[in-house]
């Protein structure tokens, strides 16, 4: 039973396994090496997929994409708003500003959290897998993008806990693909500097590594969690929005309007695949709304005119990467091209014209590349296979809050390598304070409040004396796996109290956690039970079908009376009739109707000298 690798992404996902000295891919039902990032939610169960993209002009309100800008964040943040108001889908804050999406579920109003669509998603990845392998599967790597904050890490692996998996590690997509490289190019003892820019549907993340062999150092890391292809698609369609406006003065921002912006979206993503190899793509929708036909064209000089902003922010994330680990573009050997919107050819001229044509790497499938890297990590884990080393860094600054300044007191700075111990001393800032509060942040705000907390917690009671003569000695102490563990004591004392903030969800409570999966284990044998009533519908029509074709042919083999054979017809075709009047029966009923025509079958070709 192997561990497999996840790339659970913003737009596709990617599921590889390593076994028998083989690297795999896994393929969904439909055969595909990747799986679009979308569920939806019917009168009759739940879609996932292609399934689910499939229908989501006709169900866009029940139909869930870009869970990954949710997970793990606030309704009150500034990314989440803008793109609340761009879904079709509704999404609203709980009493702590938790995000929740609202749909119709077998025709009853649900509210979901990011964590349960994801595992939705991740469970679907989960049966596909165990179906390819023929065998039960547990363990996982599951990849995350380098500039996840802890909470969004930790609502991660929430959701693939609901999905049934164990993770062994959450690991940074960036540092995935490098792994899948030093194996796809036997780098051996090669000592290199590595750039993976990994820009993909809707995150992009910038890392510097240095790869000794199967040692891998974290050297620095940026990234936008708020941008990727999908960004791309929306300025493509505002732009025909525009176009629209100007060629028949119809607005198109409203709600009654989601369907056609549906069919934008899908045509301005269908243009950016064109243009990858081609200098022109039209957008060509027949009946577009109120009977308009509707023709435009895109040349890659307006594509690159319309996108330009996000290029400029790339660039600038690949500028950060290299200033946090004092390289320069000539330090570096190799640039891995990880994403499907590295495939865009603005972006690889950029980087070639900063790093040099002869330092790009194309030899990675730039969809599966961390997948694989995650594969590969996690046969090391789960085997005695050749080890593999990582050395990361922090990707955010860590510290308290100062409650007298507002601001927020870096211990460990970001890009940090782990693991690592940081200490401070704080003095008590009132005569008789009986404990000091500390509330722990992590970000880049000056501002305190602008930032995450990870937790709050307070010091043992403290030595009664006046203001600044008591001293507590504070360790931020951040291990390799990017736990913090902070300890207070009072000096002088054997007072101590610690603090540690785990990849575990800080944003539930333990009675909450408990419900969430609950629902989850709940909501799974509703599923199990409706496909489990599904298959054997679905095995009751084709028995019609297939009863209809065999009585044919022992009538035409003169093994079947004139009629017994009409008799036999038309139990089939009224049984397909009641089928589809009756699709919301129970699965004893269907079993029931199945057995009747067994028994018809039987006595049918008994009679007939067994003729079947």
């Known amino acids: ?21 083989e690297l795999e891919v896994v393929p969904n039902d439909q055969g595909n090496r990747t799986t679009p990032s979308y569920v939806a939610y019917t009168p009759n169960g739940t879609l996932v997929g292609e399934a689910a993209k499939a229908q989501q002009s006709l169900n866009p309100v029940n139909t869930i994409y ?108 960036p540092t995935a ?122 040349t890659r000089a307006l594509f690159e005119q319309l996108t330009a902003v996000i290029y400029d922010r790339l660039m600038q994330q690949v500028q950060k990467a290299l200033d946090q680990t004092g390289l320069t573009s000539a330090n570096v050997n190799r640039v891995l091209l990880v994403g499907g919107s590295t495939r865009i050819p603005k972006v690889q001229e950029l980087l070639r014209n900063y790093f040099g044509s002869d330092r790009l790497c194309r030899t990675l499938n730039p969809d599966e590349a961390v997948a694989q890297g995650a594969a590969i990590y996690a046969n090391r884990i789960d085997t005695e296979g050749e080890p593999i080393a990582l050395q990361n860094v922090n990707p955010y600054s860590l510290g308290l809050k100062n409650k007298r300044s507002g601001l927020m007191d870096v211990i460990i700075k970001r890009g940090t390598q782990l693991p690592t111990k940081q200490l401070r001393t704080l003095l008590t800032t009132v005569d008789c304070q009986k404990y000091i509060k500390l509330i722990i942040l992590e970000g880049e705000h000056a501002l305190a409040d602008r930032n995450k907390v990870l937790g709050e917690f307070s010091t043992e009671p403290l030595q009664p004396a006046p203001a600044g003569q008591v001293s507590v000695d504070l360790t931020f102490q951040l291990d390799e796996h990017n736990i913090l563990t902070v300890l207070a004591v009072e000096r002088g004392t054997s007072k101590e109290r610690q603090h540690v903030v785990t990849n575990t969800n800080q944003c539930f409570s333990e009675e909450e956690l408990k419900r969430i999966r609950k629902e989850a284990e709940d909501y799974e044998e509703d599923e199990r039970s409706h496909r ?33 054979f009409k008799s036999m017809v038309e139990k089939c075709e009224e049984m397909a009739t009641w089928l589809l009047e009756h699709q919301d029966e129970s699965k004893e009923v269907f079993e029931n109707k199945k057995q009747e025509l067994e028994e018809m079958k039987q006595n049918v070709f008994t009679e007939n000298s067994g003729g079947y």
């Open 1 to 21: 039973m192997p561990a497999i690798g996840i790339d659970l992404g913003t737009t596709n996902c990617c599921v590889s396994v390593y076994r028998n000295d």
């Open 66 to 173: 870009d869970s990954k800008r949710l997970i793990g964040r606030f309704i009150t943040e500034e990314s989440v708003k803008r793109d609340c108001e761009i879904w079709p889908f509704r999404v609203v804050g709980d009493d702590l500003n938790r995000p929740l999406v609202k749909v119709v579920y077998k025709n009853r109003a649900k509210t979901w959290l990011p964590e349960q669509i994801s595992a939705v998603l991740l469970r679907y990845l989960k049966v596909m897998t165990e179906a390819y392998l023929q065998s039960s599967v547990t363990e996982a790597i599951v990849t995350v993008p380098a500039y996840f904050h802890q909470n969004q890490r930790a609502a991660t692996k929430l959701a693939c806990e609901l999905a049934g998996f164990d993770v062994l590690e959450i690991l940074d997509e």
């Open 177 to 298: 693909a490098a792994i899948a490289y030093s194996l796809e190019e036997a780098c051996g003892n090669t000592d290199e500097n590595i750039v993976v820019v990994d820009f993909g549907g809707g995150t992009l993340d910038i890392s510097v590594l240095e790869v000794k062999g199967r040692k891998f150092y974290v050297k620095g890391t940026t990234g936008d969690t708020h941008l990727g292809g999908q960004d791309i698609d929306q300025l493509l369609v505002r732009h025909l929005m525009e176009e629209i406006k100007t060629r028949h003065n119809v607005d198109l921002t409203s709600d009654d309007h989601i369907a056609t912006i549906l069919c934008l979206r899908a045509k301005c993503e269908e243009c950016k695949r064109t243009l990858t190899n081609n200098l022109e793509a039209e957008v060509s929708i027949e009946d577009l709304f109120q009977g308009v036909d509707f023709r435009y064209t895109f």
């Open 532 to 564: 489990e009533r599904l298959q054997v519908w679905t095995d009751l029509d084709r028995m019609c079908f297939e009863l209809k074709k065999l009585a044919l042919r022992n009538k035409q083999n003169k093994k079947l009376s004139e009629h017994d």
